[in-house]
């Protein structure tokens, strides 16, 4: 596979070929026997939640940058007014969205050289060997070299970060498959066609709804378009910096200097660098995205009691999420494009990370956060946010008795806060768990032995409701005096 990969790309300059690499046994079928013979079907993967170990994770910085996206989600919300649906997010994102990165715990990316542990795959296999990759493949990955084969000068751009993925964080990267689809996915869907539905891409759509295709299997797709999407923003960024270089005034005194060459910032993202992705896979994300969601919950999903876990796999196709543009992009009523398209996977996700956000560890929490936070935020009132996993965190946890429950009453209060903020108070305070809502919130505020932490936020979380309730004239009198008078009291 790895063979017939690098010698489409190197050869071939008709994207049907790369299809037909692709292709299951009729037109439009997904590939089952491809994945079959790369995969075992059968095969397990763990995924790290809250573990130190693996490349991709920069805790160190976390909190500073998790804190500044949120400044900057609430000074857009105090620029438009309450229930805009946040517009101005388009004008941030040129540095929240360039902060987000798939790595373990992270928003981040470094510099243009990343940290210290994003190596090339066979850097990375030669230090620190990768688990043993399942399926029959043998091939080595050292086939695709650290550099590149011969190119004419119109790939260029596609070589300008070599035959490399990223990062390698577990067995779905280590495996010996996975560069040669991803480079087979990048060429192909970016070479030129008359059909658009000529393109590898919809090879991989059709393996994601397939009901044959392995668990494994598409939790390795997922991950192929992660390292897709990876690529194309190291790329965008590489480019930019050397556009950045190639204008630089020359003088004809060879000791002269030019202007100052901009360079990147401590977060590691250029001022002119590209926020969203210009991947095939972002042009089509309304039809990617419901069933990538899918994926995830099933990635993430828990049994009993245990409510599922936010791990480095749902980090990363979030990241990816946030990239594609198109399932933010609003019309001038004020309602996504398409809506009717992704509405049900959005409310999916966003009860999803809801009830798995939860962490004993605050830096890692404060990242889940955040990851809901751009949600949100971007998306505004255009999705409803589920009211289930707040209610879950505030009234299913006993009020005292450990740090860990009071973290969980802070992370719910937070959801809600979130809510009521990005353009959801209407929703929250008409849907049938309302007075739910209020009796959790004024529990909170009426306990004795709360924390200054815990009644900073659901003061905040009262302040909210009782703004929008007298700003819309609606009765609740008794749940707003009592609201009132606990929290001023206080």
Same mark, same amino acid.
């Given at each position: 596979? %790895?063979?017939?990969?690098?010698?489409?790309?190197? *050869?071939?300059?008709?994207?049907?070929?790369? *299809?037909?690499? !692709?292709? =299951?046994?009729?037109?439009?079928?997904?590939?089952?026997?491809?994945?079959?013979?790369?995969?075992?079907?059968?095969?397990?993967?763990?995924?790290?939640?809250?573990? &130190? #170990? =693996?490349? =991709?994770?920069?805790?160190?910085?976390?909190?500073?940058?998790?804190?500044?996206?949120?400044?900057?989600?609430? @000074?857009?919300?105090?620029?438009?007014?309450?229930?805009?649906?946040?517009?101005?997010?388009?004008?941030?994102? +040129?540095?929240?969205?360039?902060?987000?990165?798939?790595?373990?715990?992270?928003?981040?990316?470094?510099?243009?050289? =990343?940290?210290?542990?994003?190596?090339?795959?066979?850097?990375?296999?030669?230090?620190?060997?990768?688990?043993?990759?399942?399926?029959?493949?043998?091939?080595?990955?050292?086939?695709?070299?650290?550099? +590149?084969?011969?190119?004419?000068?119109?790939?260029?751009?596609?070589?300008?970060?070599?035959?490399? !993925?990223?990062?390698?964080?577990?067995?779905?990267? $280590?495996?010996?498959?996975?560069? $040669?689809?991803?480079?087979?996915?990048?060429?192909? /869907? +970016?070479?030129?066609?008359?059909?658009?539905?000529?393109?590898?891409?919809?090879?991989?759509?059709?393996?994601?709804?397939?009901?044959?295709?392995?668990?494994?299997?598409?939790?390795?797709?997922?991950?192929?378009?992660?390292?897709? #999407?990876?690529?194309?923003?190291?790329?965008?960024?590489?480019? %930019?910096?050397?556009?950045?270089?190639?204008?630089?005034?020359?003088?004809?005194?060879?000791?002269?200097?030019?202007?100052? &060459?901009?360079?990147?910032?401590?977060?590691?993202?250029?001022?002119?660098?590209?926020?969203?992705?210009?991947?095939?896979?972002?042009?089509?994300?309304?039809?990617?995205?419901?069933?990538?969601?899918?994926?995830?919950?099933?990635?993430?999903?828990?049994?009993?009691?245990?409510?599922?876990?936010?791990?480095?796999?749902?980090?990363?196709?979030?990241?990816?999420?946030?990239?594609?543009?198109?399932?933010?992009?609003?019309? @001038? $009523?004020?309602?996504?494009?398409?809506?009717?398209?992704?509405?049900?996977?959005?409310?999916?996700?966003?009860?999803?990370?809801?009830?798995?956000?939860?962490?004993?560890? $605050?830096?890692?929490?404060?990242?889940? /956060?955040?990851?809901?936070? &751009?949600?949100?935020?971007?998306?505004?009132?255009?999705?409803?946010?589920?009211?289930?996993?707040?209610?879950?965190?505030? *009234?299913?946890?006993?009020?005292?008795?450990?740090?860990?429950?009071?973290?969980?009453?802070?992370?719910?209060? /937070?959801?809600?806060?979130?809510?009521?903020?990005?353009?959801?108070?209407?929703? &929250?305070?008409? /849907?049938?768990? %309302?007075?739910?809502?209020?009796?959790?919130?004024?529990?909170?505020?009426?306990?004795?032995?709360?924390?200054?932490?815990?009644?900073?936020?659901?003061?905040?979380?009262?302040?909210?409701?009782?703004?929008? !309730?007298?700003?819309?004239?609606?009765?609740?009198?008794? *749940?707003?005096?009592? !609201?009132?008078?606990?929290?001023?009291?206080?």
């Amino acid at each position: 596979f %790895a063979t017939v990969s690098a010698l489409l790309i190197s *050869t071939q300059r008709n994207p049907k070929f790369f *299809t037909l690499a !692709l292709q =299951g046994a009729t037109k439009g079928a997904a590939p089952v026997q491809l994945w079959t013979a790369l995969l075992d079907p059968y095969a397990t993967i763990s995924f790290s939640v809250d573990s &130190m #170990e =693996g490349p =991709g994770e920069h805790l160190s910085r976390t909190a500073s940058i998790v804190t500044a996206l949120k400044d900057q989600l609430l @000074a857009g919300k105090k620029s438009v007014g309450e229930g805009s649906g946040l517009r101005t997010l388009d004008v941030a994102q +040129s540095t929240l969205s360039a902060k987000i990165a798939p790595s373990q715990y992270s928003l981040v990316e470094d510099g243009e050289d =990343g940290p210290k542990d994003k190596q090339d795959v066979t850097d990375s296999v030669a230090e620190n060997p990768p688990p043993k990759a399942e399926g029959p493949v043998d091939t080595s990955m050292e086939i695709w070299g650290s550099g +590149s084969l011969n190119m004419s000068g119109s790939q260029s751009e596609f070589e300008v970060l070599g035959r490399k !993925l990223m990062h390698v964080e577990d067995q779905l990267d $280590a495996n010996n498959a996975m560069l $040669a689809l991803v480079l087979l996915l990048e060429r192909g /869907s +970016s070479l030129s066609c008359a059909d658009p539905q000529d393109l590898p891409i919809w090879q991989v759509l059709a393996s994601l709804k397939s009901p044959v295709v392995s668990r494994y299997a598409k939790l390795f797709l997922c991950k192929a378009i992660v390292h897709v #999407e990876l690529r194309d923003r190291e790329r965008s960024q590489r480019l %930019a910096q050397m556009a950045s270089l190639d204008s630089l005034p020359t003088s004809g005194d060879p000791n002269s200097g030019g202007d100052p &060459m901009e360079v990147d910032g401590e977060d590691g993202d250029s001022a002119d660098a590209p926020e969203r992705s210009s991947s095939a896979f972002s042009k089509h994300a309304h039809e990617f995205f419901p069933p990538m969601v899918d994926i995830i919950v099933d990635a993430s999903a828990g049994d009993g009691s245990n409510p599922g876990e936010f791990n480095s796999f749902v980090r990363s196709v979030c990241f990816v999420f946030l990239r594609w543009a198109l399932l933010f992009e609003k019309t @001038a $009523a004020g309602r996504l494009r398409f809506g009717d398209e992704i509405e049900e996977a959005s409310v999916k996700l966003l009860g999803q990370l809801g009830r798995v956000g939860f962490s004993n560890r $605050a830096d890692v929490l404060r990242i889940n /956060s955040g990851y809901i936070q &751009m949600f949100v935020g971007q998306w505004g009132a255009a999705i409803p946010f589920p009211v289930e996993p707040i209610l879950t965190q505030l *009234t299913q946890t006993p009020l005292h008795g450990s740090n860990v429950n009071d973290r969980r009453h802070v992370y719910g209060l /937070s959801l809600l806060c979130y809510a009521l903020k990005y353009g959801h108070a209407e929703q &929250m305070l008409s /849907s049938p768990q %309302a007075e739910d809502l209020w009796k959790a919130v004024l529990r909170i505020l009426s306990s004795p032995k709360i924390g200054s932490r815990m009644a900073r936020h659901a003061g905040e979380a009262a302040g909210q409701i009782l703004h929008h !309730l007298s700003k819309n004239g609606q009765p609740l009198a008794q *749940t707003r005096l009592a !609201l009132t008078q606990t929290y001023w009291s206080r």
